[in-house]
């Protein structure tokens, strides 16, 4: 506004040029450039103020949906229900009832004790060959077994997987050769080296992936601070531009009003 009014009253000063009111004119023209320039530079000076201030950080992209993971006593859960299934049909007994809940209990504890979860297992599956003598393995016990060596390989450290799967595979061969000779094989194999050996890949899956994601999040920092960077760096730019073109001209009109 101060800018339109030093155009309109220039125009106007040409047929006032004698006496008072010509000397008035050119002083407010005068005070008015100076005026508009103040402006200007304080207009520059929040301009550099808000360039030397990182931009607001973007709103968080929404994250996608992941399938919820399933509780950790879920699969417990459901070893009992089968184990109870399965020893009340063939035994019937109380020492039958108690039997799944040896197997089932340990397992709540594999992701953060996989160790003592496996050292469990073995515990109840001794306890139930010696109790129930059953003519064959049952089916819940294999499971547990092999969810326990799944979780040494799943949950551990290298050195303590490693250490895990020799003593959880000479505790399931010890006691595959007592109670059932003929299924050392498959209880060494199926019962420990396979399931632990799935769960090593499965880690390594895991932290690969974690890797990523995390490379992923450095990169989009790396861009977003470059942006920003860019972004002040032609802000800048821009201010002197401004400085330069505008703060001259003004001073030129503020030198030749007073003149």
């Known amino acids: 506004g101060t800018l339109e009014t030093i155009a309109r009253d220039t125009r106007d000063v040409a047929g006032r040029l004698e006496g008072g009111a010509a ?12 005026q508009a320039l103040a402006d200007v530079r304080r207009v520059l000076g929040i301009l550099r ?7 607001p950080a973007p709103p968080p992209a929404t994250p996608i949906q992941a399938r919820r993971p399933v509780p950790v006593w879920a699969l417990p859960a459901a070893l009992f229900v ?4 399965e020893l009340a ?3 019937g007994t109380a020492v039958a009832a108690l039997s799944p809940v040896l197997l089932a209990a340990p397992l709540l504890v594999r ?3 996989p160790l003592a979860a496996a050292a469990g297992v073995l515990a109840g599956v001794a306890f139930q060959s010696v109790t129930l003598d059953p003519d064959a393995f049952p089916a819940t016990s294999i499971l547990a077994v092999v969810c326990a060596s799944y979780a040494i390989g799943a949950h551990a450290g290298m050195a303590t997987a490693v250490a ?4 959880f595979a000479t505790g399931t061969t010890l006691h595959a050769v007592v109670v059932h000779p003929d299924a050392v094989a498959p209880a060494l194999l199926g019962g420990t080296l396979v399931p632990w050996t799935v769960g090593r890949i499965r880690r390594g899956q895991l932290q690969l992936m974690q890797q990523s994601a995390e490379r992923a999040a450095e990169i989009e920092r790396d861009r977003e601070r470059a942006a920003r960077a860019a972004v002040t760096a032609e802000r800048m730019r821009v201010a ?10 003004l001073s030129v009109v503020a030198i030749q009003a007073a003149g």
């Open 82 to 85: 089968a184990g109870e299934l």
């Open 111 to 113: 992701s953060r004790l």
């Open 49 to 55: 103020h808000q360039a030397s201030e990182p931009p």
């Open 164 to 167: 895990g799967l020799v003593l």
């Open 240 to 249: 002197r531009e401004l400085h330069d073109a505008v703060a001259h001209n």
């Open 23 to 34: 000397r008035d004119l050119l002083s407010g023209i005068a005070a008015g450039a100076r």
């Open 89 to 91: 049909l063939e035994f």
